[in-house]
């Protein structure tokens, strides 16, 4: 069964913008933090982002960082990645899942045990 839904992603030039949404029953957005990753073909999968249960707080990669921004609608039960400055390296599918276990050491926000995932959505950068 497909907990989470991811969409958004197309086709877009260099430089361009995308925001990307993940969608879930209110009782997954209510109670898990949500994670953003990207598998490029042949790469290895990437975690982008994390945004707590409550959504006050996020974690980015250095992959994402600057560029990439994750919220929450909780209207809408969804979470939200906007991707701005995107260049060609950023071609993935791009997917949501929830974390399983969170901690914020030293205020740090680490999510961890991806256990539900989205099915994912492509995205591809190029002119």
């Known amino acids: 069964q497909v907990q989470l839904v991811e969409s958004g992603g197309g086709l877009v030039q260099p430089g361009g913008s995308l925001r990307l949404s993940c969608s879930a029953s209110?009782?997954?957005?209510?109670?898990?933090?949500i994670v953003w990753f990207r598998q490029a073909p042949g790469k290895e999968r990437e975690e982008l982002s994390c945004?707590?249960?409550?959504?006050?707080?996020?974690k980015y990669e250095n992959s994402a960082k600057g560029r990439f921004t994750t919220t929450r609608d909780r209207a809408k039960n969804a979470v939200y990645l906007q991707m701005n400055s995107l260049q060609p390296e950023d071609t993935a599918v791009y997917y949501c899942?929830?974390?399983?276990?969170?901690?914020?050491?030293?205020?740090?926000?680490?999510?961890?045990?991806?256990?539900?995932w989205g099915q994912g959505t492509q995205v591809t950068v190029s002119s």
């Open positions: 209110s009782a997954i957005m209510n109670n898990y933090a």
């Open positions: 899942a929830t974390a399983g276990y969170v901690s914020f050491l030293g205020g740090v926000l680490t999510c961890r045990d991806f256990d539900s």
């Open positions: 945004i707590s249960d409550e959504g006050s707080s996020t």
